[in-house]
Structure formats: C-alpha cells, structure tokens
C-alpha cells in the first residue's frame, strides 16, 4: 500500500449536490423503475420493500451509474435498469443485513424484520435480488451481468467472512479491510463500472471506474466506522453505538485493541466478546479510541483511500461528471465533520 502524503490544496466545494443535480433527470426514471419493479400481487412484498425504499436513503450507489455512464456520453436507457438493479441489491443487503446483525433501528424507523419479522425480510431481499437481476438481463450486456452478479457473490462473501470476525480481536486491518472491500466496496466498484461498460468506452476507462469506486466505497465504509463511535444517526442509517453493542470487529476497535495496554484489551474482550456492551462500557470505548488515536487514524486510511479514488479519475477528459464524482470523495469524508 502506498503513502499519501498531505500537501496544502485549494478549497474545494465539498458536496453531494453537483452529482445529486447532474444525475436527476436519469433518477427520476430509476425511482419509477425501481417503484414499478418493487410491486407484487403478494401484498407484504411491496409493504417490505417500500419501507426500506422510502425510508430517505441518498442513493449514492445509482447515481454513481448514471454519472459514469453520461460522462462518456451515453444517452440510452440501460444505465437506468443498472442503475436501479444496483439499488435493489442494496436494498437487498440492507434487509438481510438486519436480519442478520438483529438490529431494530435503520434511518431512525424500526426495521422492516422489526415489523414483518425475519422470514419476510430475508424473503422480500431474495424477491429485490431476482428483480435486479431480471433488469441486468433486460439490458443485455453480458460484461455489465457479470460485474454485478460477480459484486453479488462477493458481497455475501464479504457478510459471511464478517459473521465468521465477529467478536474476534485476533482480527487483523488485512482481515478487516478485506471483509469492508467485500461487503461494501464491491457494490461501489460495480456500479461505478457499469456505467462505462454500457457507454462503449475502452478497457481504461473501465478500469478508471473501477479504482474510483472500489476506493470511494473503502472510504466510505471506514467512516462509517469512526460515526458509529461519534457520529449522528441520521448521517450514519442507523443508531450510533450499533457496532460496539454487536460486537462487531471495526478497525477503531482495532486500533484501540493492539495499543491499549492489557487492562484495556481486557475490556475489549470483555465488552465485544462476552457482550457487556451497555452505553457506560460505550463511553469508555469512546475514551479509549481517542487516548489512542484509533478514530484518528481511521480518518486518515479513509482520507488514503479518498485520494486513490481522485487519482483514478485524473486521467479521464474534463466534464461536469467527472467534477462531481470527484467532490462525492469530498462528500464521503465530509460526513465526520
């Protein structure tokens, strides 16, 4: 892994607005997709997944298709069937996730396992799944189904290798970064690349999208970390403190973990993997991050990745896509502030 090493920069607009414009008129058309394909004679599968759908969600993932389709000049419809293929899978992860993690709250409403129970959620994400990949047939590009359906395999990868770490402080970063590159980076890369599959564009700039995804989900996923110990419910989907209360093995749990001295990797063991995990032992986590800088140095691996995802774009021809995916890396770092 490379150094990035920080040098004084420009300000620069910082936002996810430059995309959320530039993408609105293909978004609106995902959104209708999306509320067309969620419909079911079976009454409870729109109930499900309307409830997740509509729960305020920013939709990064398919506005990442739709951008880096029209930066090379697409004018068709495929992207917008990707695009919301790429939405219903996570939507898909989100119910499955719930089901698996046991959590109550996301976006600050109960969960959909919280009102229809476990079985219809696992069931309403395998329906989205068929759905998504019924689209990407729909398309016809046998380069674009076999990126998505080879991000679908890893991502349940990535859930079971994160299921097998859980509560496990013998967890190394590389296992921790492998199971984030899984879990929540593959579906960036996949719908970052997708867009320029459909666009015609060459081997690079695939492989330019590719980079830039793969990076901007490790980045966002690490700052989805350090929130979890210090951020607000709204900007992170879900209630903070979520992770510490199940136990999951995070790289600021890491970092805290290796450095603390044996009393407090007492705690660590104590608090993730025997469970005693109540909001007092939370404050004291919080604590003892910051006595050693684990939330810190969380920051500084996202901002790392950040600007691996700028440099995979520089290369690529100056438009009003490529400035707003760039300050989406911007955006996705800016949530910790």
Same mark, same amino acid.
């Given at each position: 892994?490379?150094?990035?090493?920080?040098?004084?920069?420009?300000?620069?607009?910082?936002?996810?607005?430059?995309?959320? /414009?530039? &993408?609105?008129?293909?978004?609106?058309? %995902?959104? *209708? @997709?999306?509320?067309? !394909?969620?419909? #079911?004679?079976?009454?409870?599968?729109?109930?499900?997944?309307?409830?997740?759908?509509?729960?305020?969600?920013?939709?990064?993932?398919?506005?990442?298709?739709?951008?880096?389709?029209?930066?090379?000049?697409?004018?068709?419809?495929?992207?917008?069937?990707?695009?919301?293929?790429?939405?219903?899978?996570?939507?898909?992860?989100?119910?499955?996730?719930?089901?698996?993690?046991?959590?109550?709250?996301?976006?600050?409403?109960?969960?959909?396992?919280?009102?229809?129970?476990?079985?219809?959620?696992?069931?309403?994400?395998?329906?989205?799944?068929?759905?998504?990949?019924?689209?990407?047939?729909?398309?016809?590009?046998?380069?674009?189904?076999?990126?998505?359906?080879? /991000?679908? &395999?890893?991502?349940?990868?990535?859930? %079971?290798? *994160? @299921?097998?770490?859980? !509560?496990?402080? #013998?967890?190394?970063?590389?296992?921790?970064?492998?199971?984030?590159?899984?879990?929540?980076?593959?579906?960036?890369?996949?719908?970052?690349?997708?867009?320029?599959?459909?666009?015609?564009?060459?081997?690079?700039?695939?492989?330019?999208?590719?980079?830039?995804?793969?990076?901007?989900?490790?980045?966002?996923?690490?700052?989805?970390?350090?929130?979890?110990?210090?951020?607000?419910?709204?900007?992170?989907?879900?209630?903070?403190?979520?992770?510490?209360?199940?136990?999951?093995?995070?790289?600021?749990?890491?970092?805290?973990?290796?450095?603390?001295?044996?009393?407090?990797?007492?705690?660590?063991?104590?608090?993730?993997?025997?469970?005693?995990?109540?909001?007092?032992?939370?404050?004291?986590?919080?604590?003892?991050?910051?006595?050693?800088?684990?939330?810190?140095?969380?920051?500084?691996?996202?901002?790392?990745?950040?600007?691996?995802?700028?440099?995979?774009?520089?290369?690529?021809?100056?438009?009003?896509?490529?400035?707003?995916?760039?300050?989406?890396?911007?955006?996705?770092?800016?949530?910790?502030?």
């Amino acid at each position: 892994m490379g150094v990035v090493v920080a040098i004084d920069e420009p300000p620069r607009k910082s936002g996810i607005e430059p995309l959320v /414009a530039l &993408a609105k008129p293909g978004m609106e058309r %995902v959104n *209708q @997709l999306i509320l067309d !394909k969620a419909g #079911s004679d079976v009454r409870m599968i729109p109930e499900v997944a309307n409830h997740l759908i509509n729960s305020g969600g920013k939709r990064l993932r398919p506005m990442l298709t739709i951008a880096s389709a029209e930066m090379f000049g697409y004018q068709g419809d495929h992207h917008i069937k990707l695009a919301a293929s790429v939405e219903f899978m996570h939507t898909a992860t989100l119910l499955h996730d719930d089901v698996v993690d046991e959590s109550d709250r996301r976006r600050s409403k109960p969960t959909a396992r919280i009102i229809w129970g476990n079985q219809a959620s696992v069931l309403v994400g395998d329906f989205l799944l068929g759905q998504a990949f019924r689209m990407m047939v729909d398309v016809g590009s046998m380069d674009a189904l076999d990126v998505l359906s080879t /991000a679908s &395999a890893i991502i349940a990868e990535g859930e %079971v290798m *994160q @299921l097998s770490a859980a !509560k496990k402080l #013998s967890t190394t970063e590389d296992d921790y970064l492998a199971v984030i590159k899984a879990k929540t980076a593959a579906l960036f890369l996949a719908a970052a690349e997708v867009g320029p599959i459909v666009a015609g564009a060459g081997s690079d700039e695939r492989a330019a999208l590719r980079s830039y995804g793969l990076n901007l989900g490790l980045a966002f996923q690490l700052v989805d970390d350090v929130l979890d110990y210090g951020g607000d419910a709204g900007d992170l989907g879900k209630n903070v403190g979520d992770d510490f209360r199940e136990g999951k093995i995070t790289l600021p749990v890491l970092l805290a973990y290796r450095r603390g001295s044996d009393d407090e990797r007492g705690f660590w063991k104590q608090s993730l993997e025997d469970g005693d995990n109540g909001a007092e032992r939370l404050e004291k986590a919080r604590a003892l991050m910051a006595r050693h800088g684990a939330l810190a140095d969380t920051i500084q691996r996202a901002r790392h990745f950040g600007a691996i995802a700028r440099d995979a774009l520089a290369p690529m021809p100056a438009t009003p896509q490529k400035d707003a995916l760039l300050e989406v890396v911007d955006f996705c770092i800016s949530r910790l502030n």
